[in-house]
Antibody
Framework: QVQLQESGPGLMKPSETLSLSCAVSGASVRSNWWWSWVRQSPGSGLEWIGEIHSRLGINYNPSLESRLTISLDKSQNGLSLRLSSVSAADTAVYYC????????????WGQGTLVIVSS | QSALTQSASVSGSPGQSITISCTGTNSDFVGYNSVSWFQHHPGNPPKLIIFDVTNRPSGVSNRFSGSKSGNTASLTISGLQLEDEAEYFC????????????FGTGTKVTVL
């Protein structure tokens, strides 16, 4: 059973750097899967943030790319997200998700972690 | 890249069928068959119920079916059940444009 669990700071102040982790069990981040981060702002739809593969590289949403770093933590079997200079617009539930093999979709998601940016 | 447009809410009685639409532009659906649908009960992870427009993952009820015509994808839930009350959202792999994935605005399904 594949499980993903996000963790994060909960509450942040504007201009700080957001760091999120996603712990993966039941699958190896070293294996042949893409892994994504997705977020949902209050009252808005979902927004794809970016994806990473252990051998094939990283792709970012251009709207976030200048502030964004996604990486794999192979020793902990997880993935991480860093988003700099956050503002209230970054307030959202952040999800990590695994891409389905050979399909451009996401077959496993975490429950999400809420990040609130407020002064 | 704008979000895919879904109706905000749809309701139906147990046993009925409902259809949720997901409308985008040509560039949203350039992946042609890379449209997915997810069911999301609050507090739980989203669940993939349809991929590649019409395919169901193993274990997903055949009451869920997907289709696509032009720039509109649709999810039909037949034999509506109380447990189907959730938010549903679509996604598309845009292939040649970025961001690579776009999502729908979400539809709240209420079982009356």
């Amino acid at each position: 059973q594949v499980q993903l669990q996000e963790s994060g700071p909960g509450l942040m102040k504007p201009s700080e750097t957001l760091s999120l982790s996603c712990a993966v069990s039941g699958a190896s981040v070293r294996s042949n899967w893409w892994w994504s981060w997705v977020r949902q702002s209050p009252g808005s739809g979902l927004e794809w943030i970016g994806e990473i593969h252990s051998r094939l590289g990283i792709n970012y949403n251009p709207s976030l790319e200048s502030r964004l770093t996604i990486s794999l933590d192979k020793s902990q079997n997880g993935l991480s997200l860093r988003l700099s200079s956050v503002s209230a617009a970054d307030t959202a539930v952040y999800y990590c998700a695994r891409h389905m093999t050979g399909v451009n979709s996401f077959d496993y998601w975490g429950q999400g972690t809420l990040v609130i940016v407020s002064s | 890249q704008s979000a895919l447009t879904q109706s905000a809410s749809v309701s139906g009685s147990p046993g009925q069928s409902i259809t949720i639409s997901c409308t985008g532009t040509n560039s949203d659906f350039v992946g042609y068959n890379s449209v997915s649908w997810f069911q999301h009960h609050p507090g739980n992870p989203p669940k993939l119920i349809i991929f590649d427009v019409t395919n169901r993952p193993s274990g997903v009820s055949n009451r869920f079916s997907g289709s696509k015509s032009g720039n509109t994808a649709s999810l039909t839930i037949s034999g509506l059940q109380l447990e189907d009350e959730a938010e549903y959202f679509c996604s598309s792999y845009t292939s040649i444009s970025t961001p690579l994935y776009v999502f729908g605005t979400g539809t709240k399904v209420t079982v009356l």
